[in-house]
């Protein structure tokens, strides 16, 4: 079988294995827009707080949309009580989506002191019954839509614990488990640990897709191979490179690609910006598109006196300018 190929994540078969990954601070609905049009499979919002969800709905109503380029779509979110998490999800009906997934992996301290994200790795019973909740919530609200969960290898190198949370995790119904081959103490330092997505393969009945240092198609495709992972989970790799998911599909299928230039990188920035503005305001959008012309422009020739200009821009037409001063 190809390496590339679809993916059936319990009830749902999606065309392909290339998926975004939830990127907190930048899977927004514009970005995830861009992927889709880019190649990728599959999309997940950023992390969102079961709590907050419940609380004041309307503030994350933003988050939770659907792009207008996705025809399907994951929701994630976070928590630490089982019931709480069940209310948040129940509440995600009127959006529609297409799998709901549980963060078990952040490794932010604001996320982890509530004893969400990463945290719940030092409490494997605690996690199954998040999944359990979730689970029940789609069954009673979502029309049974597939809950999936994203973990890392553990909390340390000395509580290395993934295969004892992923089993617990598919037992209360998951049905699928994401794994970033790092504890939660590397964050995202070091090294990620691909030979333990190879041996979560091998060990449990449902899909694994695999995540952590995919920069590249390249590393895609090795991943691919060298793990038997189902899918692939691009995050940091992706973002300012919504390229890297045809760029990825073109290499598992042909075994070439063509990377896209300055031009190309630079208008696909300013796209994103645009679509931030309908979002969120001219404003806003442009505030936040800072970070984001950060990764567009990152390796480009001549990219770090445009950065250091686009980081003070405050409208459209600024960053539109100076794109334009940039480009002959």
Excluded at 21 to 45: K, M
Excluded at 194 to 211: C, K, M, N, Y
Excluded at 214 to 223: G, Q
Aim: glycine content about 8%.
């Amino acid at each position: 079988m190809s390496l590339y190929h679809p993916l059936v994540v319990g009830s749902l078969t999606l065309p392909g294995n290339l998926l975004l990954a939830p990127v907190a601070g930048y899977s927004d609905r514009a970005f995830r827009a861009l992927c889709i049009e880019y190649g990728a499979d599959f999309t997940c919002t950023e992390l969102i707080s079961a709590e907050a969800l419940i609380r004041n709905g309307v503030r994350a109503e933003p988050l939770l949309r659907r792009a207008d380029t996705e025809e399907r779509y994951a929701i994630q979110l976070f928590g630490a009580d089982p019931e709480v998490l069940y209310k948040a999800a129940a509440l995600l009906a009127p959006y529609g989506p297409a799998v709901v997934d549980i963060n078990c992996g952040c490794p932010v301290p604001k996320v982890v002191k509530t004893g969400a994200g990463s945290a719940l790795m030092r409490q494997p019973s605690l996690l199954g019954r998040m999944v359990e909740a979730v689970v029940r919530a789609s069954k009673d609200h979502l029309q049974s839509v597939p809950v999936t969960v994203k973990m890392r290898l553990g909390w340390d190198s000395a509580s290395i614990n993934y295969l004892a949370c992923a089993r617990i995790a598919v037992e209360a119904g998951a049905a699928m488990v994401s794994l970033h081959a790092r504890t939660r103490a590397q964050g995202y330092a070091g090294k990620s640990d691909w030979s333990a997505i190879q041996d979560l393969v091998s060990r449990i009945a449902v899909p694994v897709a695999g995540s952590g240092d995919i920069f590249s198609p390249e590393d895609a495709e090795a991943m691919l191979q060298t793990t038997g992972c189902a899918g692939v989970l691009f995050a940091r790799g992706a973002l300012g490179n919504p390229f890297i998911f045809s760029a990825a599909r073109s290499l598992l299928l042909t075994g070439s690609y063509t990377q896209p230039n300055t031009v190309e990188r630079l208008h696909i920035g300013l796209r994103h910006l645009l679509l931030l503005a309908q979002d969120w305001g001219e404003k806003t959008a442009c505030l936040e598109m800072r970070k984001h012309f950060c990764a567009y422009t990152k390796g480009m020739p001549g990219g770090a006196p445009l950065r250091n200009k686009l980081v003070h821009a405050e409208t459209i037409e600024e960053y539109q300018a100076l794109c334009a001063q940039f480009v002959p």
